[in-house]
């Protein structure tokens, strides 16, 4: 009787420990659920027939031939643009990024145009972009209807945030580098990228936020950190005891377990700030149901009065690499969300895949 007891109770603790953890529920303030439009992924691939004369270079270059990916999004007169990274195939280290632009009246298919509209040039920020170019952009609008657009220049060591404006997306105008006036350049030579504005939805735009008379910016690719500007152009950190302030970080065991880095933008709503971001998965202590490396995006609630606050953070990621393409790439693993605009009464969210295309997922529209 005793063993027979003693054998139940062993069989009991097995089928309690090996149970599959139920999935946690959908936080409300969440936007979701959003659904890969399988019928046109991806939407944007590379092409080697685009060439134009690099002002560097001085000679013709195929400056999407390798891959295409990061896109950031707005909805300019009824359509929505892309501005989106492009990688040429010269043989190099670092190849070089620069940034297409692509329009659409769906939201679906683009028309892209066969030169890139953002560069490494001749010019003041040439030091900090050549070789490795201009990275991962986002977008968002100042009041005065001026396009601010964050950047990452990328001199083949070290990542920079940098701004640029425009008042038509064709023409830019390069301000320079975020962190590079701050206490006289402090971390001006600080790994920086990943800007990502805090803006309100007015209609199908999104409008730079100011929160406590400041403008807002979440950026970083390890921590998330935040920087504040009374104009859009100048930016400080948001610092704590004279070093930058980390506002959240990975977490063992999540999907977010080895690195966060934020996404297109963070919304201001009636809830709170909600922030979509960027993360990846760690090799041993990350979440055992994704694959070691896979990058996936999650969400997290942020307090509307203190952007620093966090109030909410989902416990599973909403998108995460399934298909071929977003499986196999330049990197393996990846879906890594940086464009997002209200379009039709829907949430287009735009994302690269394993660093060699352009995708996207539709969601009901909520705030």
Known sequence: MRIALVLLWMILMVACNTT????????????????????????????????????????????????????????????????YRAEDTIVRNPSTSRLGLAVSEDGLHFTRMNQPVFYPDNDSMKKFEWAGGCEDPRLAKLEDGLYLLTYTAYDGSTARLSIAVSNDLLHWQKKGLVLGDYQKGKYKNLWSKSGALLVSRKGDQLIAKKVNGKYWMYWGDTDIFLAFSADGIHWQPLEENHAIKKIFSPRKKYFDSRLVEPGPFALYTDTGIVLIYNSMNHDHLGDMSLEPGAYSAGQILLDMNDPSKVIDRMGHCFLKPEKDYEINGQVNRVCFAEGMVPFNNKWFLYYGTADSKIAVAVAPMKY
């Open 20 to 83: 599959t953890p139920t999935k946690p529920s959908d936080p409300s303030w969440a936007i979701l659920p959003f659904k890969k439009v399988d019928s046109v992924n991806p939407i944007l691939l590379s092409d080697t027939s685009s060439v134009f004369i690099c002002p560097i270079l001085q000679r013709p270059v195929a400056w999407e031939a390798k891959d295409v990916f990061n896109p950031a999004a707005v909805v300019k007169d009824g359509k929505i643009y892309l501005l």
